[in-house]
């Protein structure tokens, strides 16, 4: 499993009209084969600054089955008119205890 990781920076005053087109892009997000999980939060410190956790099968998952994909485009369709810069996106692995 991965854990993708993106930090998204809002332009003030847009952040409900984010968290709506969010709401209704989470579908076509959440239905990507090898998508195991997605889940958005937004700072407390920092209302404009949410974050984006998506578990994926893989990155080869996220890569192909996503963003290699119009389920991509139609995504940031949505949410991308928001963004004040380009999402910082990362991806992460568990480490044993």
Known sequence: M???????????GQEDA????YAE???VLAGTPGC???RM???MESPSRFVLLVEWDSVEAHEDNFRATD??????ELI???FAAPP????FIDVPA
């Not at 984010?18 to 087109?21: D, L, R, S, V």
């Not at 389920?71 to 940031?76: G, N, T």
């Not at 910082?88 to 991806?91: A, C, L, N, P």
């Open 2 to 12: 991965v854990l993708e990781v993106a930090l998204i920076d809002i332009i003030p």
């Open 18 to 21: 984010f968290a709506a087109a």
């Open 25 to 27: 892009g989470h579908p």
């Open 36 to 38: 195991r999980s997605v």
């Open 41 to 43: 939060t937004r700072g």
């Open 71 to 76: 389920r991509f485009v139609r995504w940031r």
């Open 80 to 82: 991308g008119p928001h």
């Open 88 to 91: 910082r996106v990362e991806h």
